[in-house]
């Protein structure tokens, strides 16, 4: 259970950032897996990240009142991401307006040389 400074509860909704369609090239052993996987970019996963966030945004709205606030972590694996690509490419974006998330984070899998590897997508609060 996460709580705010005065103990509030803070809601957190986890979901991953995957490219689909890699995946089920890759399931089906179909030959075009590497140009599929490559295929999804910097501004595809902004776009899919977008999505996300009005996606899940509708899902905070009803239940945010019971949160100080609502925190949207979204994991990320894929390997041809690079963190400082796509955290310009986030702080270039205008994120859709929520009502209920109020900061949204991609994370990294975690590597010992890079451990800063989380980049901060948007935050209402400021």
Not at 24 to 48: K, M, N
Request: glycine share 8%; proline share 5%.
């Amino acid at each position: 259970m996460l709580k705010d400074g005065g103990g509030a509860l803070i809601g957190l909704e986890i979901t991953e950032l995957v490219n689909g369609n890699a995946i089920d090239a890759q399931i089906q052993g179909r030959p075009d897996y590497f140009a599929t996987a490559l295929a999804f970019g910097v501004s595809s996963a902004i776009e899919r990240l977008s999505e996300t966030v009005q996606r899940k945004d509708r899902k905070a709205i009803k239940v945010y009142a019971r949160y100080s606030d609502y925190v949207l972590l979204v994991p990320c694996a894929e390997p041809w991401f690079s963190r400082d690509n796509l955290a310009r490419a986030a702080a270039a974006h205008t994120w859709p307006k929520t009502h209920g998330i109020g900061v949204a984070y991609l994370m990294f899998d975690y590597h010992p040389s890079d451990p800063y590897r989380i980049v901060k997508l948007f935050d209402t609060r400021l």
